[in-house]
């Protein structure tokens, strides 16, 4: 049912992979597209869920938090789902941040019931 | 000397003052300087200086002597505060001076009642520089007998004039020594010719905001590396063809170029929603601009750098070009800048859209300018 609901996200146009992660990097579903997860990127994914929780508690009482993380040809989008947990979409640049952004408001209810 | 008009505020900064002129090219405002407990003020037109102003406790130091003070640190803490023309205008007429750049014909003796009010000596009016108990680098004061002006070795004079005298530089500028420790600074200059110094009623500082908190870290020369101390020339008074309004001026030599690095930043600073800039590495604020509490921006920034350089070589996406962090109250956005990084603080009604296009320019330029 979760992965269903990813589907959403990844059928969009140029998002490459959707995971929903805890606060401390582990992961309780994922899909993707056109790319691989590969220990490398898994590590790199905890170590974006571990430094994004130690920014938000440079600010006091670990507020809400999403974050935009982007390179040359792809970008991260963190959103928070759940006390600690959040979704990952990762896209290639081409991609459509308010189409996602859209997506997120719109299935949020859903993901957040599933957890 | 009433306040001087605010002007609105482009950014702390920290750099030597030589910085200040030859990075100043299209700005047009004043330079509110805070070193220890004192605080000055540089009025500039276009990368040309108008008047130099500093002020500690009662001791007040104006044009060439104010510069050395300048001079005098390493580097110093400064508000980049922009003017309109009137505001400039108005500025201009507060520190009793005028347009360098008006063109005054060189008319002939006035004629009319004359109402020359001789200028007392600066010695009762400008005392020198007192030694701020903090600062090893400021001379001590040095304690000069000053020749009271006389009225017959100006030219004759018929009819009212209603200019105000000015007195020999000699007389008005306390020379300041040189400190010891510091080679790089230009012997003080002594003008053979009246300078301009506002010594008619009470002087007073423009008012410098003190809201910002200045870094307690060492403060450290930014973007201008390449700028040092002891290249900053010694102030140059360029002969003047009218010498009511001329001198009033003190002009050390301007620099041609225009720092592009300023404008870029002052201009993203400018934007909507931008509430702070920093440009940051991982032992200093170079550069901050905005009123926020710096040491905690650039803490949050490292520590989002610290994951970004973390992650970046376990992808396979080649650099990391930006990150945005978004709290409910604004935005925290990181990204390289030249061999720095750059920090903006924003609120979150901001177009990030706005922002990547920026960043992503930033970006290419940085390396264009590396390939080159």
């Known amino acids: ?115 | 000397m009433k306040p001087l008009p605010e002007g609105k505020s482009l950014g702390w900064m920290q750099a030597p003052a030589s910085w200040i002129g030859s990075h100043t090219v299209r700005f047009i405002g004043v330079v509110r300087v805070v070193i220890q407990d004192g605080e000055g003020f540089i009025l500039i037109k276009k990368g040309k200086p108008l008047f130099y102003y500093f002020k500690q406790g009662t001791i007040e130091l104006k044009g060439h002597t104010a510069l050395d003070y300048f001079n005098s640190h390493p580097v110093i803490e400064f508000n980049l505060c922009k003017y309109n023309p009137d505001e400039l205008a108005w500025a201009m007429k507060l520190c009793n001076i005028e347009d360098p750049d008006r063109v005054v014909p060189k008319g002939p003796a006035v004629y009319g009642s004359v109402s020359r009010e001789p200028t007392a000596p600066s010695l009762t009016l400008v005392p020198s520089v007192v030694k701020p108990v903090r600062d090893a680098g400021i001379p001590d004061p040095v304690v000069i007998a000053h020749p009271v002006p006389t009225v017959s070795k100006e030219p004759p004079v018929t009819g009212s004039v209603s200019r105000e005298p000015t007195a020999p530089a000699l007389t008005l500028v306390p020379p300041v020594a040189r400190p010891a420790r510091d080679t790089g600074i230009p012997h003080p200059v002594v003008v053979p010719h009246p300078v301009p110094t506002v010594t008619k009623g009470p002087v007073v500082p423009g008012p410098v905001s003190r809201e910002h908190n200045p870094p307690s870290h060492p403060v450290v020369p930014p973007v201008a590396k390449s700028v040092q101390v002891k290249s900053v020339p010694d102030p140059v008074v360029v002969p003047q063809p009218d010498p009511t309004v001329e001198e009033r001026a003190v002009v050390p030599p301007t620099v041609a170029c225009e720092d592009p690095e300023v404008t870029l930043l002052s201009q993203i600073r400018d934007l909507d929603g931008i509430v702070a800039l920093a440009v940051f590495n991982d032992t200093r604020t170079v550069i901050m601009m905005g009123d926020e509490d710096s040491e905690a921006l650039v803490k949050i920034a490292r520590t989002m750098l610290g994951t970004a350089r973390k992650m970046t070589p376990r992808l396979p996406w080649g650099p990391f070009v930006h990150m945005t962090f978004q709290i409910p109250s604004g935005n925290v956005i990181i990204a390289p800048y030249h061999d720095n990084n750059l920090c903006l603080l924003t609120t979150r009604a901001i177009n990030i859209g706005h922002i990547r296009r920026i960043l992503r320019d930033l970006l290419q330029k940085s390396v264009t300018e590396q390939m080159t």
């Open chain 1, 1 to 115: 049912m979760l992965k269903e609901i990813l589907n959403k996200f990844l059928i969009l146009h140029d998002v490459r992979g959707v995971i929903v992660v805890r606060e401390d990097g582990g992961i309780v579903e994922s899909i993707k597209s056109g790319m691989e997860y590969n220990d490398a990127f898994m590590a790199a994914v905890s170590t974006f869920m571990v430094g994004s929780k130690a920014t938000a508690d440079t600010f006091g009482n670990s507020p809400a938090f999403m974050v935009f993380m982007e390179f040359p040809d792809y970008f991260l989008l963190l959103a928070p789902l759940k006390e600690a947990f959040f979704l990952l979409v990762i896209a290639q640049n081409t991609a459509n941040i308010g189409q996602i952004n859209q997506a997120m408001k719109k299935n949020r209810e859903d993901l957040v019931a599933l957890l």
